[in-house]
């Protein structure tokens, strides 16, 4: 086991995670990678009629893409023998009640408070029933949920983002732990999973500050002692909306889909929102190094996708080629000149897939565009004999300087426009070896279109 920090992620498995939902995941990941400790992907799966299995591998599958592998992995589904032990020592404690109300009957009594000007608190009022009032409504039918009571006291603990913090439980309704039908809600189980795992800390979105009272009250009722927590700021989308599984807005099947680095959906997923500037890493170890959850800002950041684009591109063209060379054999593109065909085009790429116009540029037929017959033709008569490596390009061109007085775009844009068909692209030294002579040769040679 262990003796390094563990920590967990607890997606719900009813839609597919986003944006939101990684930066959640990756603060968690890398926290322990930093600190040699453990990762647990736990899915909150007990509402049964919403978690779908496809969606708990999709989850898994996301990650994966993003470069978080779990070391331990569990569903909440399969542990409800845990919950109902844990449910009975608190019942045992006095600490778990009936209560009976149905949802109208509570949200006439919100109202009524809230026209009275107090705070719509639950009042207790299944605490005052006698047993005979108990029986009686469970002859009629009555099947009751199960609340846990709090105690009027005010929380407090040193948050690992938003430093001290506290919350007054006495501001706060007695949360609903099971349902009439016996099914658990959130709370309960998570708790339960965060003992029996030995989880350390528990880093998660600023949503569940509330939530941290209750559940370090829950903590010392079941086990004497709650893990540290961590409420890190939120993402929205550019126009500054939330994030929502519904919708699939910014979800992370959908920037893999769309070419996306996974290393740059990272960067920017932790980075943004916080002291450290947005930019390019080459592994998810260098990211791990500059992650401070101290350094968190503690308003919503905004997730552009626009800005994504460019940091994907930035990170394609300071990538070596072992750590694409796989996805490059994918596209077609392997062998021994492989490398120098990385080399030559990355910092051109937008998407790792564009590789693939580059190699039919390169290796495939182009429709060379003729701007300057007569120069194409001496440009022609002058290409360099022998091998040819980066330093072909610069004794070519140096040539036909001295012999033409031509420079700059003068003398390179019309050799581009016949060597590639295109009126950008990646610099010609890395590309000409790429191309041979005998094509460069062909390619200055055709004919006007």
Avoid at 115 to 121: D, I, Q, S
Avoid at 227 to 239: E, Q, S, V
Avoid at 406 to 415: M, Q, T
């Amino acid at each position: 086991m262990t003796s390094g920090p563990i920590v967990r992620f607890a997606p719900s498995p009813t839609g597919r995670i986003h944006i939101g939902n990684a930066r959640t995941a990756l603060l968690n990941w890398l926290y322990v990678r930093r600190r040699g400790g453990r990762f647990i992907l736990r899915f909150d799966d007990t509402d049964l009629e919403r978690s779908k299995a496809e969606y708990a591998e999709a989850i898994e599958k996301d990650l994966a893409w993003l470069g978080v592998a779990p070391d331990l992995v569990r569903r909440q589904s399969e542990r409800m023998a845990a919950y109902d032990a844990a449910a009975e020592t608190l019942k045992a404690q006095g600490r778990l009640y009936p209560a009976y109300e149905t949802a109208e009957e509570l949200d006439r009594r919100r109202k009524r408070q809230q026209a009275l000007g107090r705070p719509p608190v639950y009042d207790r009022a299944a605490l005052r029933l006698s047993d005979a009032e108990r029986a009686a409504l469970e002859a009629s039918g009555r099947k009751p949920h199960w609340r846990f009571r709090l105690e009027p006291t005010t929380v407090r603990w040193d948050d690992m983002v938003r430093g001290e913090s506290h919350v007054d439980s006495a501001s706060l309704s007695d949360p609903v732990l099971r349902r009439e039908d016996g099914s658990y809600l959130y709370t309960l189980p998570s708790v339960v999973d965060d003992i029996e795992f030995g989880v350390t800390h528990v880093i998660r979105g600023e949503d569940h500050v509330t939530n941290t009272g209750v559940q370090i009250q829950m903590f010392e009722a079941l086990a004497g002692a709650a893990p540290r927590f961590g409420h890190h700021n939120l993402l929205t989308d550019a126009g500054g909306e939330g994030l929502s599984k519904r919708t699939g807005a910014l979800s992370v099947a959908a920037l893999r889909e769309n070419g996306v680095e996974p290393l740059a959906v990272a960067a920017l997923a932790v980075l943004v929102g916080s002291a450290e500037a947005v930019r390019p890493v080459a592994s998810l170890d260098e990211l791990a190094a500059i992650v401070d959850l101290s350094h968190l800002s503690h308003g919503a950041a905004r997730f552009d996708e626009a800005e994504l684009d460019a940091l994907s591109a930035r990170t394609l063209h300071h990538m070596p080629y072992e750590a694409v060379a796989g996805r490059l054999e994918a596209l077609g593109i392997a062998g021994s000149g492989a490398e120098a065909f990385w080399l030559a085009v990355r910092g051109n790429l937008a998407r790792l897939d564009d590789a693939s116009i580059w190699r039919q540029v390169i290796g495939g037929e182009i429709a060379p565009i003729v701007e300057d017959r007569e120069f194409l033709e001496l440009a022609a008569s002058r290409l360099p004999q022998g091998a040819w490596d980066q330093s072909t390009w610069a004794a070519w061109t140096k040539e036909l300087k001295a012999l033409t007085g031509r420079k700059g775009r003068e003398l390179f844009h019309p050799l581009r426009l016949a060597l590639t068909g295109r009126e950008a692209g990646p610099e010609l030294a890395g590309l000409l070896p790429l191309i041979g002579r005998a094509k460069a040769l062909a390619r200055l040679s055709a004919p006007s279109a």
